[in-house]
């Protein structure tokens, strides 16, 4: 089975034990002469317990990553971002400004800062992530064609401010790795991986063979559980959505 936390803790430990060097978002961008690089990124849409968890592992194997977190009722729970603070990781801020506002950008801007706010009374917060929602027609990164997030104290964006033309990306988006017809807006505009990879065994490979000079993995958290009806939900869940996403791709 694929996308469990007992998959996910065999990942943790190849990782681990690579010549890699894992690093945050944050640390990544603050680095000027990287090497070896593997950035850790998750993006909290739905379930942050299983965020959580996940970090307790990575913990275990003494890393440390990056989780961006939505600002909506389900997700935005101060305790949990607290305690995946105190395991070290970074906490990052999953913007969707653009869509709530329904494409008003001024009215985004605002929304922005004022959801940054929220956050920022309970932990720093220094880089951002677009979250992207397949159903709306909206691309939340595009509020920064008008404006700068450095304005607001933020060193980068997971999309924009990282150089995909040297850092292999791969991505769990459609319960997938690297899918493209399961991608409708988490793609980079240039990823230095040309390959495929169909298996979260597959990558572990690719990372234990060290061709790739940088990496950057993200993951979805909500996705990966231990307990079969929960998976079993997943699974047919996200197969509903790839059926809807593949149609809106075409």
Known sequence: MDFTLIKYNKLC???????????????FLLKSNYN?????????????IRALKMAQIENQHGMRSTYYFRIVKEVFRPEIIKQIVALGHEIGYHYEVLDK????????????ENELKEFRKI????TICMHGN??????NK??????????????GEAYLS?????????????????????SIKDIVKTNSYKGKIKSTDDLMSLIMKGTQENMCIS????RWTDNFPDWLQELAWQNIKNMGKAIINK
């Open 13 to 27: 430990k190849t990782i681990a034990t690579s010549d890699y060097n894992y690093l945050t978002v944050h640390d």
């Open 36 to 48: 070896r690089a593997l950035i850790l990124r998750h993006d909290v849409d739905r379930k942050p």
């Open 101 to 112: 506002a329904k494409g008003d950008i001024k009215k985004a801007v605002i929304l922005f």
């Open 123 to 126: 932990v720093e917060i220094s």
């Open 134 to 139: 397949p159903l709306t027609s909206w691309v």
């Open 142 to 155: 595009d509020i920064w064609k008008e404006y700068s997030f450095k304005d607001f104290g933020i060193i």
């Open 162 to 182: 990282i150089d995909y033309s040297s850092v292999s990306y791969f991505t769990d988006t459609g319960r997938a790795w690297n899918n493209s017809k399961h």
């Open 219 to 222: 993951t979805h958290p909500n």
